[in-house]
């Protein structure tokens, strides 16, 4: 149940795109197409962004979007905002039975 | 609207036990698994364990597997997480989390969490 590998940080400014990476093994990502993406702000619950690598639940919007390849999950956020500005993960199935999450990713608004 | 309140955290020596509950409301309960994840101070969030929607099969994160029990009330729309021989790096803010369905999968939606505090 090793953890998946996020970036530490990443930063960009208003209107910029930018994407954070999630990169797992065979066992996880690159075996289930069910990758979530999750957005938080401290002291607040976790908001689900986008499921099964690239789903958008209703009411993301849509400057949101995920991919994957091969063992690589990635999040695209374009039209930075402000309000983007939280740490996110990602979580995975990762077989028999169990899930693993992202070391997480702080998201900076310049 | 779904609703899932946590509550019973609380600071517990080491070694002692703790009972941590999650109300569940604006769902059918009985049809999807819960999860508990947890995040420590200035750390990522970890899975915890998953129950199925009808109590029978449970899993569990390999650094809590057998301290933690996790059960559910279907008849209470409640989730409970016992937690036995605490150390300190159990020591975290703990989420009850519906699962998109039967799961286990990454869950859809989160309670505000309870804080565990394992400290002498």
């Known amino acids: 149940q090793s953890a998946l590998t996020q970036p530490a940080s990443v930063s960009g400014s208003p209107g910029q795109s930018i994407t954070i990476s999630c990169t797992g093994t065979?066992?996880?990502?690159?075996?289930?197409?069910?990758v979530s993406w999750y957005q938080h702000h401290p002291g607040k619950a976790p908001k689900l962004m986008i499921y099964e690598g690239s789903k958008r639940p209703s009411g993301v919007s849509n400057r949101f979007a995920g991919s994957k390849s091969g063992n690589t999950a990635s999040l695209t956020i374009s039209g930075l905002q402000a309000e983007d500005e939280a740490d996110y993960y990602c979580?995975?199935?990762?077989?028999?039975?169990?899930?693993?999450f992202g070391g997480g990713t702080k998201l900076a608004v310049l | 609207q779904v609703q899932l309140v946590e509550s019973g955290g609380g600071v517990v020596q080491p070694g002692r036990s703790l009972r941590l509950s999650c109300a569940a409301s604006g769902f059918t309960f009985t049809s999807h698994g819960i999860h508990w994840v947890r995040q420590a101070p200035g750390k990522g969030l970890e899975w915890v364990a998953f129950?199925?929607?009808?109590?029978?099969?449970?899993y569990y994160a390999d650094s809590v597997r057998g301290r933690f029990t996790i059960s559910r009330d279907n008849s209470k729309n409640t989730l409970s997480l016992h937690m036995n021989s605490l150390r300190a790096d159990d020591t975290a803010l703990y989420y009850c989390?519906?699962?998109?369905?039967?799961?286990?999968?990454?869950?859809?939606?989160w309670g505000q969490g309870t804080l565990v505090i394992v400290s002498s």
């Open positions: 129950i199925s929607y009808d109590g029978v099969n449970d």
């Open positions: 979580c995975s199935y990762a077989g028999t039975r169990t899930l693993v």
């Open positions: 065979s066992s996880d990502i690159g075996s289930y197409n069910l």
């Open positions: 989390a519906k699962d998109p369905g039967f799961g286990p999968r990454p869950a859809d939606f």
